[in-house]
């Protein structure tokens, strides 16, 4: 069953043409710090900023949520928005492909979004 918050981000994230949309559900995991990742990329840190503020707009709008905290947004490399039992990472592509993060939980169950 997919969660619903999940599928806010991911929408935002395709809105504002963040690519390569995926979630991994790490609730099987037991060393897991989240129930859930969801990551993306861009091309630009301006679209990696953009990307982030539509996420969050998006999580409030529709789930009443804000960001627990957020961390990455002075260089937009790499932004990480931390809802608790949800972490956002929204890497600049060539920083993703670097820090390869799926592989280090390649045990979770992926879902793949793209636009409709």
């Known amino acids: 069953m997919e969660n619903k918050e999940v ?8 809105e504002k043409k963040g690519q390569d949309v ?15 990742f969801i990551v993306c990329n861009a091309d630009s840190t301006t679209n990696v900023l953009a990307i982030a503020d539509n996420v969050e707009d998006r999580m409030i709008e529709h789930c009443h949520r804000k960001v ?3 961390q990455g947004k002075e260089n937009a490399l790499w932004i990480i ?3 608790g039992d949800i972490v ?16 280090l939980w390649a045990d979770a169950a992926r879902q793949e979004y793209a636009a409709e």
């Open 7 to 14: 599928k806010v981000i991911a929408d935002a994230m395709i």
């Open 22 to 36: 995926v979630s991994l559900d790490l609730r099987k995991i037991g060393t897991a710090i989240s129930d859930y």
């Open 68 to 70: 627990i905290r957020s």
């Open 81 to 83: 928005l931390d809802y």
């Open 88 to 103: 956002v990472h929204i890497f600049q592509t060539e920083y993703r492909a670097f820090y390869r993060l799926e592989s």
